[in-house]
């Protein structure tokens, strides 16, 4: 490759990380990527976006995804790789909008002059509080034996009627 140029790869990942154990499988793919790059490429500083380690990563370390399509840039003695494909969340980073700035708030001003305001005499009136007192009320509860001799003598009282 030469200096300023990109080429698109398509990187094949399942044949070598399905050589290695569950729980190493994107590591081992991204060993693989750097591994094509550097051949492709010939150069052997290269370094890997932050979309292309979140497309392998981003279903855990045990299922990477079986190939990758990647833009690969060369710039002086080293090489970027890149997803062909930004999603919608890196197209938004890149183009920073502009920011208008604000003006800065006015409460610092404020504290650092005091101004005193006239003194107003405001007489006002106390709120009267009157305490409602509720009326207690008296529960009378009957003794558990009396009131199951009453139950008893209203189911008589029925029967012979």
């Not at 079986?66 to 080293?78: N, P």
């Not at 183009?95 to 007489?123: D, G, N, R």
């Not at 558990?144 to 009627?161: E, G, L």
Request: aromatic content about 4%.
């Amino acid at each position: 490759m030469k200096d300023g140029e990109t080429r698109t790869y398509t990187v094949p990942l399942r044949r070598e990380y399905l050589k290695t154990p569950k729980w190493r499988r994107a590591e081992k793919a991204v060993s693989t990527l750097r591994s094509f790059v550097e051949r492709h490429s010939k150069v052997e500083e290269i370094k890997i976006g932050r979309w292309v380690n979140e497309s392998i990563w981003k279903r855990g370390a045990k299922n990477p995804p079986s190939r990758v399509r990647v833009d690969v840039k060369r710039i002086a003695d080293s090489v970027t790789v890149e997803l062909s494909e930004l999603p919608r969340k890196a197209k938004q980073k890149e183009i920073p909008e502009k920011v208008e700035e604000k003006p800065k708030k006015e409460s610092k001003l404020k504290a650092t002059k005091k101004v005193e305001k006239p003194k107003t005499e405001v007489k006002s009136k106390p709120k009267a509080t009157k305490k409602v007192e509720k009326p207690k009320t008296e529960v009378k509860s009957k003794p558990k034996a009396a009131a199951k001799k009453s139950v008893v003598k209203k189911k008589v009282a029925k029967k012979t009627k």
